[in-house]
C-alpha cells in the first residue's frame, strides 16, 4: 500500500515563492509519472504539472516559466517550487502519482495542501 504526504502550502503574497513536496511511502512499489493538480472553488481540478520516470516534463500554459516540477527518485518524493505567485493561484494543490505494485498499475491522489496568493 501507498500513502502520500504533501506538505508547504501556505499564504504568501503576490510575487512570492513557495515549494511543495509529496512523498509517498510504502514497501514493494515504484514510482511512475508524477505530477501536481490544482482545484479553486467553483472550478474543476486541473493540471499543473508531470514528471516521468525519466525526468520529461510538462506544464500547464499559465504556469510555465514560474513553476518548476522535480523530483528525488530516492526519497520518492516529488516538488513543485512556485516563483512569481498570483492571486488566480491559489486553489488546493493536490500530488498523484502512479505506480507499480506487484503486476499492477495504480495512481493515488494526496490530501491537498492551501495556497492562497494575496493581493
Known amino acids: 500500500q501507498v500513502q502520500l504526504v504533501e506538505s508547504g502550502g501556505g499564504l504568501v503574497q503576490a510575487g512570492g515563492s513557495l515549494r511543495l513536496s509529496c512523498a509517498a511511502s510504502g514497501s514493494d512499489f515504484s514510482i511512475n509519472a508524477m505530477g501536481w493538480y490544482r482545484q479553486a472553488p467553483g472550478n474543476q481540478r486541473g493540471l499543473v504539472a508531470t514528471?516521468?520516470?525519466?525526468?520529461?516534463?510538462n506544464y500547464a500554459d499559465s504556469v510555465k516559466d514560474r513553476f518548476t516540477i522535480s523530483r528525488d527518485n530516492a526519497k520518492n518524493t516529488v516538488y513543485l517550487q512556485m516563483n512569481s505567485l498570483k492571486p488566480e493561484d491559489t486553489a488546493v494543490y493536490y500530488c498523484n502519482v502512479e505506480f507499480t505494485y506487484y503486476s499492477g498499475s495504480f495512481g493515488i491522489w494526496g490530501q491537498g495542501t492551501q495556497v492562497t496568493v494575496s493581493s
Open positions: 514528471i516521468t520516470s525519466g525526468g520529461s516534463t
